[in-house]
């Protein structure tokens, strides 16, 4: 059986993380592997038809990234004992930035809290489907929260 050595957790700001990332310290630990935990921020602009990185889109984007970097924290620090967890914020599109990060660290598995599609009614959301036919690595999709 192959065995994971590389993990990317990905953490939606939105959801509970709990669930995720302690089978993703679980796995990590049970496999001897790496952890690398990201949460991504989309790329924001001052309002309708205003060009991407004036004075005031720069600054909200850096607060979201703060607001992001200081909720990581926060979600691994309870874990850190047990394993040693790299955490990084990134800027952009979900999954465009969830491959990059795969196809630059060597990740051998994803491991990701669906969207919620309720309002589309839909098993998974846009970036899940998009990560699960062009991510170069198994994606694993775990619910937020355990039964």
Do not use: Y
Not at 74 to 87: E, V
């Amino acid at each position: 059986m192959k065995r994971f050595k590389n993990i990317l957790c990905v953490i939606d700001r939105r959801q509970p993380v709990d669930g995720v990332l302690q089978r993703a310290v679980s796995l990590a630990e049970n496999n001897q592997a790496t952890l690398s935990v990201v949460s991504i921020v989309p790329q924001m602009t001052a309002g309708i038809g205003m060009p991407e990185g004036g004075p005031i889109s720069a600054e909200l984007q850096q607060a979201e990234i703060s607001a992001a970097r200081e909720k990581l924290q926060s979600a691994i620090r309870s874990f850190q004992s047990r394993i040693a967890i790299d955490a990084e914020v990134l800027e952009g599109t979900a999954f465009l930035e969830i491959i990059r990060a795969v196809l630059r660290n060597g990740h051998d598995l994803v491991i990701k809290a669906p969207e919620d599609p309720a309002w589309l009614e839909r098993l998974f959301g846009s970036d899940d489907m998009h990560l699960l036919r062009k991510c170069p690595c198994p994606v694993w999709l775990v619910k937020p929260s355990q039964s």
